[in-house]
């Protein structure tokens, strides 16, 4: 299935959360926190403002991001968990 994000909405495969601490320790699957970071799959047109010009978003695909932690609407795709965040829902981005 193909899912293509409307308006100033992206797509967000969540990245893996940490296996262990900074000390070494192993975390527990029920002890875990979903993560507030992941890679953009795909990204909407934009919003159109008053006069209907389409305003571009500020993110790509290919993009790692950190969002809010309560935002966005789980979806799986192909089996796969994915969130859909509004634009504003995006908190940074990050660069390696």
Do not use: C, W
């Amino acid at each position: 299935m193909n899912l293509r994000p409307l308006h100033d909405r992206i797509l967000v495969k969540r990245t893996e959360s940490e296996e262990r601490t900074a000390a070494g320790l192993y975390i527990p699957d029920s002890a875990k926190e979903k993560p507030s970071q992941g890679l953009i799959v795909a990204v909407g047109e934009g919003k159109r403002d008053e006069k209907g010009v389409r305003i571009p978003l500020d993110v790509k695909v290919g993009m790692k991001v950190l969002f809010s932690k309560y935002g966005g609407t789980e979806v799986k795709i192909n089996g796969e968990e994915h969130l859909l965040l509004r634009e504003d829902d995006v908190q940074a981005i990050v660069e390696d």
